[in-house]
């Protein structure tokens, strides 16, 4: 039963995604996934990983387009009408790099 519901999730997934309202092609995909996934731990790696890189790259063109604010704003992680932070006054200030202690070596003791 879960596979039938996989599969129906990633079928509706890709007909939206395409743009087509038939989902022959998104219920072919979904069932091809979802037995992939079901019987070897590699192909779920990968088809996980194919689509975690799909939405990395989805948001990666979201960004480009609208700014770095503008998308923060779309996603409502930052109120409308808040302006971004460009002034180094109001900006995050950076952590100092870290030093390297430097230990002296003690000398070498000459015991004869």
């Known amino acids: 039963m879960l ?3 996989m599969a129906s999730v990633i079928g509706t997934r890709i007909a939206a995604d395409t743009g ?3 989902g022959v092609l998104g219920v072919a995909a ?3 996934a979802t037995r992939v996934i079901a019987r070897s731990p590699l192909g779920a790696l990968v088809l996980g990983g194919g689509y975690i890189a799909h939405k990395m790259l989805q948001k990666k063109r979201e960004i480009d387009a ?3 604010h503008g998308a923060a704003v779309h996603d409502g992680l930052v109120e409308p009408g808040t302006p971004p932070l460009t002034d180094e006054t109001t900006a995050p200030k950076a952590l100092p790099a870290p030093t390297k202690a430097v230990r002296k ?8």
């Open 105 to 112: 070596r003690k000398p070498a003791s000459k015991t004869a």
């Open 3 to 5: 596979r039938k519901v």
């Open 30 to 32: 979904g069932l091809l």
């Open 20 to 22: 087509k309202s038939s």
């Open 66 to 68: 609208l700014g770095p």
